[in-house]
């Protein structure tokens, strides 16, 4: 009896397939579907061809997973500049490597490497200054690099009458001519209005203009942090206002949110003798100022809390002092007769040394010091902010920029000396970043229409 497997001739093994009938191998057989089909000479030499092309399509596939992972391991200097280098810079510097080439000009141009950049760069560019009555005028570290478009500020509305208050991160808190504010980035011209702060703010008339005078009774401060999360990073406007005229020294606060896009009053008071305007500062997201009674104030909007601490130098009236921010921390610097000392404050509320200068012809200049003094004159302390550990001082018509950590200085001419410069004169610094101007989520008739000049972006 025969059985179904009788019907099939027995398997033969051959090197490339299995052949049934014993014979040569079927060349289409073995390359499956995609190969060529047929069964003559040119059939098995189009087959060859087609496991030529397979293993070359192999070969180039294995290439290029091999040059990706070296490329990973070792990749090229201008990959690493871009990666990891490049949001470091300053915005001047990024427009020109804008011109490198289209690849680098859509990297530079990227939402997100705008906010990088905002968020990475830390360093101080330059200050702004003003001598009232006039115009501010800005002076970079390196003009190449740090410099603004319009160190005037004329893209703002109420320009010539602009005063600079406050610098966080970026941006820049401005006045007009009404004492209306501004919040605008100097290295993009973008700007924007903020709403009129409640009472109490004294108002009056002068031949029907409408002007708003405080009589030097507020103090402010511009609190804004970088999120690398955020995209749209929320800014904060912290007024220190003195509740009754009647009870000096008693200070609340107004806090102005970006997005909340309304004023509201602190429910915490603080008790001072004064609080002296034109020190405010940002420190970690806290909003300080110096007082006429050698403290420190500050007030933590997110919080609703305030709290005061003693300046670090005990009681020494000959001694100048301001306040600024290293890595997120506040720190001071004090300048006597002998010295320039430079503090940061811990968190249990006490001033730790983190350097000390020598100034020449104090009472201990000499050759005991073994080492030759830093200042040949008494310098003096200007606000600063920086992500790393940079004081800014005035001298002789420089500001020079001290980095405590290294040692090292760098420096700009501002102006000749002059009695005028040191008196009224007021020194913003200021960080060189994308950082973004949102428009408040409010409407109404008290923000400004942008003006053509304003809409001027250099992206």
């Keep these: 009896a025969t059985t179904a497997m009788d019907e099939y001739p027995p398997l033969e093994w051959t090197s490339d397939v299995v052949s049934r ?22 059939d098995v030499e189009d087959a060859g061809l087609w496991r030529q092309r397979q293993k070359a399509e192999r070969h180039a596939r294995l290439k290029a997973e091999v040059t990706g992972m070296l490329r990973e391991m070792k990749p090229p200097l201008r990959d690493v500049f871009r990666k990891h280098a490049l949001h470091c810079l300053p915005v001047r510097s990024l427009l020109r490597f804008r011109s490198v080439s289209k690849e680098w000009r859509c990297f530079i141009s990227a939402p997100i490497f705008l906010h990088t950049q905002s ?17 501010p005028g800005y002076s970079p570290f390196d003009p190449l690099a740090g410099g603004v478009p319009d160190p005037s500020l004329a893209f703002l509305p109420s320009s010539p009458c602009v005063a600079a208050l406050a610098s966080s991160n970026g941006l820049l808190l401005c006045a007009g001519i009404l004492h209306s504010y501004y919040v605008c980035n100097p290295s993009t011209a973008e700007w924007t209005s903020v709403p009129e702060p409640p009472p109490p703010c004294l108002t009056y008339c002068v031949g029907g203009v409408p002007v ?44 102005f949110s970006s997005v909340a896009g309304e004023w509201r009053v602190s429910s915490d008071v603080c008790a001072t003798e004064q609080l002296i305007p034109g020190s405010g500062v940002s420190a970690g997201g806290v909003a300080c100022w110096r007082t006429t009674m050698q403290t420190v104030v500050s007030y933590d909007p997110v919080a609703d809390s305030c709290r005061s601490v003693p300046w670090p130098m005990g009681y020494d009236t000959t001694a100048s002092w301001q306040l600024g921010e290293m890595g997120g921390r506040l720190c001071c610097a004090c300048v006597t007769d002998s010295a320039v000392q430079v503090y940061a404050l811990t968190p249990p509320g006490l001033w730790s040394l983190l350097a000390s200068y020598k100034v020449a012809g104090g009472e201990d200049s000499g050759e005991g010091f073994g080492e030759p003094p830093v200042f040949g004159s008494r310098p003096s302390p200007l606000r600063f902010q920086s992500g790393g550990s940079e ?20 420096e700009v001419c501002v102006a000749q000396e002059g009695p005028w410069m040191m008196g009224d004169a007021d020194f913003v610094p200021h960080i060189s970043t994308f950082a973004r101007v949102f428009p408040q989520n409010v409407g109404g008739s008290h923000l400004r229409a942008l003006t053509p000049q304003s809409k001027q972006k250099i992206m």
Aim: aromatic residues 8%.
């Design 21 to 42: 009938d014993g014979g040569d191998p079927d060349p289409t057989e073995a390359a499956g579907d995609d190969s060529p089909a047929g069964g003559g000479a040119d």
């Design 119 to 135: 968020h990475g760069h830390r360093s101080t560019s330059g200050i702004f200054w003003q001598i009232p009555p006039g115009v």
């Design 212 to 255: 708003v005078d405080d009589g030097g009774r507020t103090a402010v401060a511009l609190l804004f942090e970088p999120s690398a999360g955020n995209l749209e990073a929320e800014y904060r406007l912290v007024r220190a206002y003195e509740i009754c005229e009647d009870s000096p020294g008693v200070y609340g606060f107004q806090v």
């Design 391 to 410: 004081v800014l001082l005035w001298v002789s018509g420089r500001v020079v920029g001290l980095d405590v950590a290294s040692g090292r200085a760098r």
